[in-house]
Structures are given as C-alpha cells and as structure tokens.
C-alpha cells in the first residue's frame, strides 16, 4: 500500500493554498476597479491554463481520453470556475472584501450539512461540527462586528457571495470524484474548459475591448492566474484527496485571517486581541474538523 502523506504535511500545504485564496479577495478587488467581473475571471482561467499547460508539458502528463472523464471536468469546471468564481467577483463590486470573506467562509458548514444529509462520503462527528461552529467564531473574531454591520445593504451582492459559497461546497464534494487522476490532469482540465466558457461569455455580454484596464488591474488579473488559479488548484486537488472535501473547505476560515494579515502588511493595520484570539479560534477550528474519527460511538447520524 502506498504511504499516506503526514497529517502536518497536508496541513502546512493547506495553509500554503488558504494564503494564496486569502490573498485573491485583495486582488479581485484591484482589478475589478477596471474591469469587468466576467472578463476578470476570463482572464484568470485562461492565464492558469496556459500555466498548467506548461506544466503538463514538461511533465509529459496524459490528457485525459475518455468521454466521461471530460464530461466529469466540465461539470467541475462549471461549478467552480466559471459559477462561483464569476459570481464571487461579481459579488465584490457591491460589498466590502471583508464582508465577502466573512460570507464566503461558509463553505464549510455547507459541506458539513450536505455531506449529514444527502452524500455521507465522510465521517461526521461531534468535534467535526464542533471544529466547523469554532472556526465559524474564529471568523466573525477576525473581521469583527463593524463588516457585519452592512449585512442587509446591497443585499444582491450578499447573496451572491454567498452563492458562490455554496456552489464551493458542491464542487468540494463532487471533486472527490476525480481520486484517480492526478491532480495537475484535473486542474488543467477544469481550466480548459472554464477558458472555452468564460472568453465567449465575456466577448458576449462585457466587450473586453470597450474596457480600460489600469496596469495595476492587469497585474492584479495575473497574479490570479498564475498564483491564486494555477498554483492553487495544484494544491487543492491534492488535498481533495489526502484531507477530504471538509478537510480542504475549511481552509476557507484561514483565508479571513491572510486577508487580515495582508490589511497590516499593505494597509498599515493593527492586529488587536480580539483578532489574534480569531486567528487562534479559525486555526483550532481547522485542526478539529481535519481530525480522523476514532470511534464511531462519536459519528453523527445522518438524517433518513
């Protein structure tokens, strides 16, 4: 049998892909100041698929063959690419990036009650759910009250983000899918097909060559692609596979706290108690959803 990787390797990769998620809110919001949402992500998935493309090469990776292979990718792709990707930055034109993060960290209660009460892929305990409501606290912790006040202004953008969230946990779930192929294979796959969906989408409905980006929102839209899709998608398949769909969604707390850790490097920020004491809280609470179940007198019984 193959060696399973070291839980402490899995999680140091999982704070490797929360700092570059947790880092795409500021960047979104930098090149959205320029352009448009649909072109944004075009841009984003079209980067990363040349990346992956490279990376394929020189790999000399396969391409996938079979029909219900590329069939399973688009599905995925259209999950999380071009839905929640899309939605969430069209979300971020109308709300605040740390109200956004505060909504989009929901992904894992999502996965936490879709898995309780329709799919039963994984085993749910009370620490599970424990870890889920702490790392929930954690967050509210970090962003404060002050992001929450908003809630009810520019409700569609709201419920957009929180869309995405949503759609983040089907796709967590639906990726356990693809255990069998490698997960450079998946990536590349997925960013084909969002690029084949998304350029039509946004040559249709925005007109890209009507827009004026600033060299700081092509930057931005770069670094999206490179970083926070290529590189990241990399990591996330692989944690599909190692942590589980829970395990990788609750890297979504740890995205609050890069997005308050990039407020003090780039806007010159004080991290208060309160804040640390989030951070601790959205770090225990990864770690308790992340813990394999020992015995099953502690499994939740899912709803019949």
């Known amino acids: 049998m193959p060696k399973q990787p070291a839980l402490g390797v899995e999680l140091a990769w999982l704070a490797v892909l929360a700092l570059l998620w947790g880092s795409s809110y500021l960047f979104i919001k930098l090149a959205l100041s320029s352009l448009a949402p649909v072109t944004l992500i075009a841009i984003r998935v079209v980067v990363a698929a040349i990346v992956l493309s490279a990376v394929m090469a020189v790999r000399r990776e396969r391409v996938p063959r079979h029909g219900r292979t590329w069939r399973m990718l688009l599905v995925q792709a259209l999950m999380f ?61 970090i962003v404060g009250t002050d992001a929450l006040r908003g809630f009810g202004e520019e409700v569609f953008g709201q419920v ?22 490698p997960p450079l294979t998946v990536a590349w796959g997925m960013m084909i097909w969002a690029s084949l969906c998304l350029v039509p989408m946004s040559l249709l409905l925005e007109h890209p060559w009507t827009q004026r980006p600033t060299l700081s929102s092509l930057l ?33 707390y740890l995205r609050v706290g890069v997005g308050v850790l990039l407020g003090t490097v780039v806007l010159d920020e ?28 502690s499994k939740l019984k899912p709803i019949e």
């Open 81 to 141: 690419s071009v839905g929640a990707w899309t939605i969430l930055a069209w979300g971020q034109q109308y709300i605040d990036s740390s109200l956004a993060s505060v909504l989009n960290s929901t992904t894992p209660i999502f996965v936490f009650f879709m898995t309780l009460l329709i799919s039963r892929h994984e085993a749910l305990t009370a620490v599970k759910l424990f870890g889920a409501c702490l790392g929930l606290a954690g967050v509210v912790l």
């Open 160 to 181: 957009a983000v929180l869309i995405s969230s949503l759609l983040y946990a089907v796709a967590a779930i639906y990726g356990k899918r693809f255990k069998t192929l």
């Open 220 to 252: 931005a839209a770069l670094t999206l692609g490179v970083f926070c899709t290529g590189l990241a998608l990399l990591i996330y398949f692989r944690l599909i596979r190692t942590l589980g769909s829970m395990g990788v969604a609750s890297q979504s």
């Open 270 to 297: 004080q991290i208060t108690a309160v804040v640390a004491l989030g951070v601790a809280a959205a770090i225990l609470g990864v770690a308790a959803i992340n813990l394999p179940a020992r015995s099953s007198a």
